[in-house]
């Protein structure tokens, strides 16, 4: 502890992440049969930063985490069919290094806004890239509380960095910048009874996450 405002934290730790056919489907659909399954461990996550308030009702955080990961899991293409995609594991230990920040504002508890934002840097061994992982991600995130009844919640993110490869051509494809913005209002009719709204991709941007796959619809 510095001052009353600012904090100094730092720490080490490991774990393992469970990994299976519906959480990798989560994340990405157009999965290929016979996925190979590997459970990912951290083998040791050091990190350190800093954090605090500013005047205002500001406040904010600054981390570096350098992590050691064996398993850890990227998504490509299948090589004998480019409309599906196949898991790929580094299997020797990968050290990744991540900078991330996020700064807050906060009013009386009924406002609140905050932007955060992440770069990460894959040293891997076993693979040629970090296939379908972003380099750097941001976001803003914003909430309002309107008499303790009606909730408002914006979501902006940007997605950077993503590449793929399609082995048939052996092309390396870069992709485009992802932003996009989500939002959601909830009604509160009681403790127990509410209803909601909610509207995705309101940008309507037509984006790749994975490659070949194009999204540009709005979800309500």
Do not use: C
């Amino acid at each position: 502890l510095l001052d009353k405002k600012v904090v100094v934290f730092g720490g080490l730790e490991g774990d393992m992440q469970k990994n299976t056919l519906r959480s990798f489907s989560a994340e990405n659909p157009y999965l290929g049969a016979n996925v190979a399954l590997f459970h990912t461990n951290k083998l040791l996550d050091l990190y350190g930063g800093l954090m605090g308030g500013l005047k205002g009702g500001l406040n904010y955080k600054l981390k570096l985490s350098s992590a050691s990961y064996k398993y850890l899991s990227f998504y490509n293409n299948s090589v004998t069919d480019s409309s599906q995609f196949t898991v790929l594991y580094n299997t020797d230990p990968l050290n990744v290094i991540t900078v991330s920040g996020e700064i807050g504002y906060e009013v009386s508890g009924d406002f609140r806004i905050a932007l955060a934002t992440s770069y990460f840097k894959y040293n891997v061994i076993n693979v040629e890239k970090a296939w379908h992982r972003p380099d750097y991600t941001g976001s803003i995130l914003a909430t309002y509380n309107l008499n303790k009844k009606v909730y408002f919640n914006a979501d902006f993110y940007y997605i950077g960095g993503l590449r793929g490869k399609n082995y048939l051509t052996g092309q390396e494809v870069y992709l485009k910048e992802i932003a996009d913005l989500n939002i959601k209002v909830d009604y509160l009719f009681s403790k127990s009874f509410s209803t909601f709204i909610e509207v995705n991709n309101i940008l309507s941007q037509k984006y790749q996450r994975y490659l070949y796959y194009s999204l540009s619809l709005i979800h309500i």
